[in-house]
């Protein structure tokens, strides 16, 4: 099969990647067109990945694809039917484990009028669906997965990718968008059924554009509480945050004045939902009100 | 552009365009030296010059380097005061030797593990010690372990069992299987002790790089034959007083295998630019081989050195990974025990699930 390459422009990074797989390739054509790059500018390339067909026998019996960066192959591969997913996977990881110029937070990041916030929660907790419905409603969706702030403007930056929708958030989302943004669904990984919703556009045209942190959202999809919003003291924040950083050991010294200068500058929420309308509203008057709710 | 050009001339790096540092930054990636780039401008002062994202690129590879240091610093220090307790004193050698002497040109090399020499009357109680301390040895089949013990120059390796850092435990410089192997007390006479840390020895300047360079010539296989020829450059560059080369000239007396520092001295003057004396080069070109034999292994080290990265391989990639493989394998081991050592390595292996010319030699 053919290879091709692309490469793509995602928030504050330049990727090249080349596919032989036509999965692959069709998911970067529909999730990533509006992302590509003129590869003939002299541009800086961040990371080389590839994502490609095992080995000869293996794709006789059971297909499998394999991830590369930079000519090696840090993981074991993953069924074929993955390979779009093991793409967003192996990138988060590329990030996550090289890009310390960034304080980087596991959580989603929206932004409206140039302020952003920042919700952190624990996987399953609901943070990308809620991300992917206030997308539709007036934000822009930087990331649902990275947050990286730059330690010298303290402003966040996303990464303008599609969303990792799990299980039954897939079916919830199909209310709010076109079936052509949703990629097939990949079964059976470590998280369950995964399905890839194309960010829209304006996230995209905008993901080299930061924000300035103003609200952290620690955030609890439950399934009995309709919406309920309060106030979380800052030591608390500031405990959530360092264990949902992935770098913040190895900054060291300056993980955590980072992490203090986030906490001051910041309300710090907790939120617990079902209903969707009323988190939104929740999250608007917080935002609303210059010294939070009382 | 290669990496291995901005080593020897940093300058260089100044005028190039974003689409060649994308190259030099992964091929700096590829052999995990990207914080050593990132100091080596730093300390030319030319880190300003460059453009600002790579400035953060090289800069981000700056935390994961100070963490390693730390990590491995607060180790080695441990190491050295449990084992003085006992009345074994380390010798430290090569990657942890350049850390505890704080090098400063040494800045951002990322080591793989803590290497210690320990002369071999005193290797039952320091590997019980070890063994008390968390140190667990990697699982080895017996005829690995007779490997390891009588015929090369090192234990198996060991891992601590909380921090994961591995630890290499040499009782010899030179495989033992060699008739030509020193007693280690030659080199050990060369130790002395850190200042830094109480109970902690390493070699002299002169003595650290002959054994660093015949390290690297024993070597049959070079994926961080990079690194360890710009550790030569480095070192003879730190140390290259007229009173390191007198003693470096001296040990070529004292110990064999000048062929290595023969090699060592050539290659870091002609791929890396350093300065070499006139008299050293002279002193040691009498272990020149035959003319078209030497213009061989040159041509071969030149491939591996310069261009190991996968895009800069060229079709003679293969014959000089094969030829020095061969090489070293050959000055580790007499001939005839080789043959015996890989058939019996290949009847080992028909019954084993993996196999491959790696594992062949532990």
Known sequence: MLSKSYTLQTGPFTVSLESSISLVKNYIQQHYSSCMTNTSDDHFIDYHLGVHHGPLYRRLLAPQ????????VPFKPLPLSQAHAMFEWGLNWTITSSANQYFIIHAAVLEKNGQAIIISAAPGSGKSTLSAYLATQGWRLLSDELALIDPVT?????TGRPINLKNQSIELMKNYYPEADFSPIAKDTHKGEVCLLKAPEASIANSHTPATPSLLLFVQYTPDEKCHIEKVPPAKSLIEIISNTFNFGLLNQLGFDIAKKLINNTQAYYLEYNSFSLARDAIDSVMKSPRGLQ | MKLIELLAQPQKGVALKLK?????????RYHNMLAQLYFLYQHNQLAQQLPSVIQATLRSSKYPYDNQKQQLGYEAEKLASQLSQINVSPVFLKGSAYQLLEISSFKGRIMADIDLLIPQEQ????????????????????????????????????RHSQTGIELDVHFNIFPIILKSSPSPEKLLAHAQPIDKCPGARSLTPAAMAYHSAIHLFFESEFHKGLRDLYDLKLLFEQFGCDTFWEDFIQLDKELPHGGCIFLALTYTSSLLGTAIPESVLSHYSKYKLPTLFQKLVDRSFEELFTSYYPEHRSWFHKIAKNLLFWRGHLKRMPAHRLLLHLSSKFFKNLSSKEDSLEELFP
Request: glycine share 4%.
């Open chain 2, 123 to 158: 290797l039952v109680r320091s590997e019980e010690l070890l063994l008390k301390q968390g140190w667990v040895p990697k699982q080895v089949s017996n005829y690995d372990d007779k490997f390891y013990r009588e015929w090369s120059q090192e234990i198996p390796p060991m």
């Open chain 2, 20 to 28: 060649v540092w994308s190259q030099i930054i992964r091929e700096a």
């Open chain 1, 154 to 158: 303290m402003q966040v930056y996303g």
């Open chain 1, 65 to 72: 694809a394999e991830f590369r960066l930079n000519h090696r």
